[in-house]
């Protein structure tokens, strides 16, 4: 029998039988219904032992255990979706508020169905925040987006954004909607970043979401200047990111 962890109620009648003295660990897990293993370890634990202090002790081991398991499915498939379309690890963790170093070790680790030999140029971020693409600043400011939407509490509020193409397709790009509630991404190929281009690959988009799109948050670039068509043509409000924002 291995060791287990010990319940609240274990615990106090653990610290009865310490207290009544001469018991070996073998009787007390006996009485506890637990290995011998893992009355050694509590007692080791905590000395002299009490049992709540323990149990805070276990209850602060359990929160940490949390944290390192932050990765959950649907954050491996966003991080998974978004490496396959070129992104770098960078750029993934400034957009979505991760830890770049984490997203790296979980790729060490095998925990995301992702080789490191196949990721994409490093410098990509860099890329984007020097890129000369024409900026405009008009627009509604994601400061005055409402708070529900920035609290994620509902779904159709979507996040767009164009991301350049391999190296031997210089001029395309993928247009990404990502769903700012549930993290749902879709993605089309466009030939170029221009205003038209965009305008052909959200039609599609709309096409395909319609009425489950309330809003979108998109940067200053230029292929998103004429923004107020779309607020007109599909009913929905556009947000801008402050410039140079991932």
Not at 100 to 107: C, G, M
Request: overall charge positive.
């Amino acid at each position: 029998m291995g060791t287990s962890t010990l319940s609240r109620f274990q615990r106090g009648a653990l610290a009865q039988l310490v207290n009544e003295g001469n018991k070996s660990y073998q009787v007390m897990a006996d009485a506890l219904g637990v290995a011998k293993a893992t009355i050694s370890y509590e007692l080791d634990r905590v000395k002299p032992y009490d049992p709540e202090l323990a149990q805070q002790d276990a209850d602060r081991k359990r929160r940490n255990c949390g944290r390192r398991s932050m990765l959950t499915a649907a954050l491996a498939t966003l991080i998974t979706n978004h490496l396959r379309l070129t992104w770098s690890p960078e750029t993934i963790a400034a957009a979505y508020n991760l830890s770049t170093a984490s997203i790296y070790n979980w790729l060490n680790r095998g925990w995301l169905p992702f080789k490191l030999t196949d990721l994409p140029n490093r410098n990509v971020r860099q890329h984007r925040v020097s890129e000369n693409r024409g900026k405009f600043t008009s627009g509604t400011s994601i400061e005055q987006r409402p708070t529900t939407v920035n609290q994620r509490l509902a779904f159709g509020h979507w996040e767009v954004d164009t991301v350049l193409s391999s190296r031997s397709e210089p001029r395309s790009c993928l247009v990404t909607f990502v769903e700012r509630k549930t993290r749902l991404l879709w993605a089309i190929k466009a030939p170029n970043r221009t205003a038209k281009a965009l305008n052909t690959a959200f039609g599609k988009f709309m096409g395909a979401f319609g009425p489950q799109v309330k809003s979108i948050t998109v940067d200053h670039g230029k292929e998103f200047a004429n923004y107020q068509a779309l607020e007109q043509d599909y009913q929905i409000k556009v947000y801008f990111c402050h410039p140079y924002s991932p």
